[in-house]
Structure formats: C-alpha cells, structure tokens
C-alpha cells in the first residue's frame, strides 16, 4: 500500500512540474521600472517574431516639449512696430487731428476724434448765435430813451420775445461764457489726442521680451537714525 501511495505522489510531482513549470516561464517581469523621458520603449511583452528591429516607440509626454502659449507675429509686423516714433506720432497729431493714429495703425480712432471736434464745433456755433443776437437785442434796448431798465425792451428774434435791458444783459453773458467754455474743451480734446498718439506709440514700442529682467531683494540702508529696511530693485538688460 505504500509503494502505491509513494508511486502516486511521484507521477502528481512529475504532471505538476510539466504544466506549471511553462507557464512560470512564460510570466513577464513586472516589477523592472518603466523607462522615462525620450528614450526608446522595447516592448518586452510581445513574442519576439512579431516586432520588427526597426520599430520603437516614443514617450510622447516629454517634458521638453515646447508649448505654444503665445501668438507670434508676422515679421512686417514688427518690422512696422520697429518704425513707430513716439515724437512723430505726436507732431503728426499737433499738427492734424487722427494723423498721429492713422501712424501708429489705429486708424478706428479717427472717427471718434472728429465726431468730439464736430460736436463742439455745433455747440460753439449754437452758443456764438444766440450770444450775438442777445448781444444785439441788448444794444438796442440799451439805446432806448429812459432810465428804467425794466422798460427798456427789445426782441430776440429767434425766441419770438422780447426781453427787458437786464434779462438781455444775463442772457449774453450766460451765451458768451458757454461759449468760451467750447472753445477751452476743443483744445483740450486737440491736446488729448496729441497724447493719445504718443501713449499709444511708446506701448507699441515697448519691449516686454525675455531680454530684461527686474530683481528685487530686502536690504537694510544706512540712515541718520539707524539701520533703515529697505527694498533694491536691479532691472538687467540680456543681448
């Protein structure tokens, strides 16, 4: 009985180790760190036979891999910016209204200057007509006979009624004032534009590229009283 029961265990030994010895074989070794960066990646896994020796692949999630964050601008573009003299522009505004727009390429501007020009110019226009007639009507009703300002009247003839010698004189200096106002507001808005033009070619100048570099650090500044804390800004220009 133990003859049979030792010549069982043999043959359950030799059928374990021939089919479980092949696949143990078989098993890929999972525990070797996949490769990183953008090196060759072998597949291992796959019978040999079916990969050629050319055939690799990449890691596409390289860290070097550039990324387009900003927009880039045609080489006239710049070469048009390059040209672009803050001074020029001015002048070119000083001289006529828009001009120093249309030269730094804002030329959507120009309407609106000359809509604010020809708005002015119609309430200077409305103001001076209604100064000369009040003007006017006041002259007449001043030469009039008699002290009484009150009776003292003439007609404005665009209101269709007439005013005594102290509604007239109220009314031309109210008319005169307005516009004079008109007329401090149209150079105002001619120097706005001035200076509009020359903002706008300075930031279109500007470099703001990687070839300069602002560095601030904490200091301690020597003073009359004592040791001061202090801040030291250090702007580095790169060729």
């Known amino acids: 009985m133990s003859n049979l029961f030792l010549r069982l265990g043999l043959f ?27 090196f060759p990646i072998i597949r ?3 019978p040999a036979d079916t990969i050629r020796p050319d055939v690799v692949e990449y890691d596409t999630l390289a860290a070097d891999t550039p990324a387009a964050d900003t927009v880039a601008l045609s080489d ?3 070469a048009r910016i390059r040209k672009i003299i803050p001074k020029k522009a001015a002048l070119l505004s000083l001289a006529l209204p828009g001009l120093g727009q249309y030269y730094n390429g804002q030329i959507w501007k120009i309407p609106i200057i000359y809509a604010g020009f020809t708005t002015f110019g119609i309430l200077i226009s409305r103001f001076n007509g209604q100064y000369v007639e009040f003007l006017n009507a006041y002259t007449v009703a001043y030469n009039k006979p008699g002290t009484n300002p009150q009776l003292k009247k003439a007609l404005v003839a665009s209101r269709n009624l007439e005013y005594d010698l102290n509604q007239l004189q109220r009314g031309t200096e109210f008319y005169r004032r307005w516009r004079d106002y008109n007329y401090i507001f149209t150079a105002l808005f001619w120097a706005l534009n001035v200076v509009d033009a020359n903002v706008t070619a300075h930031l279109k100048t500007f470099d703001i590229s990687d070839s300069l570099t602002l560095r601030y ?16 800004l250090t702007l580095s220009f790169r060729k």
Request: glycine share 10%.
């Open 44 to 46: 291992q896994d796959l």
């Open 217 to 232: 650090h904490p200091v301690i500044i020597p003073a009359t009283v004592g040791m001061v804390p202090g801040v030291s």
């Open 12 to 38: 359950g030994l030799l059928l374990w180790l021939g089919l479980v010895s092949p696949l143990c074989a078989q098993t890929p070794d999972t525990t070797r760190p996949a490769p990183t960066g953008r």
């Open 76 to 78: 006239s573009a710049n």
